[in-house]
């Protein structure tokens, strides 16, 4: 059973634009949500995370919002670049183990 | 700082035969979590062990089976192997519950 549902399974954005990926949890345990990044072959790596306290985290051109009662929570990349181009995880966590969606492959055109 | 390494990178194994892949966690780190993650999948939560125990773990089968040493390094043993374990395995590695760092992987093929 899938506990962190996460959408689309892929987009294409045009360089310079917008990509949003969404992700919802019904565990209200969860207190803790990164967002990873991992290119092919290599493993995921960490690229931003938010606690339930706060509901916006900006780091460079990646921005997370959270909603925490609605359970829902979002990566935003802003001027989305080439280099971009990868698949982005959400993640959820609680005492026990780290839950992640099933991925978003984001392909940005130049 | 020396980030979580895992080996070997790749292994080839026969059907039925044994796998055993090897991880060190970032220094100061005390727990380590293996994920299996096959071709198109996302990441299937393996095993959980933290100050050398095992704290939880996922849906698979016995046969998957592990241990953490008192460097905190793990190992993570696959019996048996079938054709459908084929996958890339990532380990990371974090202190309390913290930021989870991943290692490159084990990209296991199974023959």
């Known amino acids: 059973q899938q506990q962190v549902k996460q959408s689309p399974q892929s987009l294409i954005v045009q360089k310079g634009g917008i990509s949003i990926i969404n992700c919802a949890y019904e565990n209200t345990a969860f207190d803790y949500f990164p967002w990873y990044q991992q290119f092919p072959g290599k493993g995921p790596a960490l690229l931003i995370a938010?606690?339930?306290?706060?509901s916006e985290k900006k780091e460079g051109r990646f921005t997370i919002s959270f909603n925490k009662s609605a359970k829902q929570f979002s990566l935003h990349i802003m001027d989305s670049q080439p280099g971009d181009s990868a698949t982005y995880f959400c993640a959820a966590s609680d005492d026990y183990k780290l839950s992640f969606g099933a991925g978003t492959t984001v392909t940005v055109r130049a | 700082e020396a980030g979580v390494t895992q080996s070997p990178t790749h292994l080839i194994k026969t059907r039925g035969q044994q796998a055993t892949l090897r991880c060190s966690p970032i220094s100061g780190h005390t727990s380590v979590y293996w994920y299996q993650q096959a071709l198109g999948l996302g990441l299937q939560f393996l095993l959980w062990?933290?100050?050398?125990?095992?704290?939880n773990r996922g849906n698979f089968p016995p046969r998957f089976s592990g241990r953490q040493f008192p460097n905190y390094s793990s190992e993570l043993n696959v019996n048996a192997l079938e054709l459908e374990d084929s996958a890339l395995y990532l380990c990371?590695?974090?202190?309390?519950?913290?930021?989870?760092?991943f290692g490159q992987g084990t990209r296991l093929t199974v023959v």
């Open positions: 990371a590695s974090s202190f309390n519950r913290g930021k989870a760092f």
């Open positions: 062990y933290d100050e050398g125990e095992e704290r």
């Open positions: 938010i606690r339930p306290d706060v």
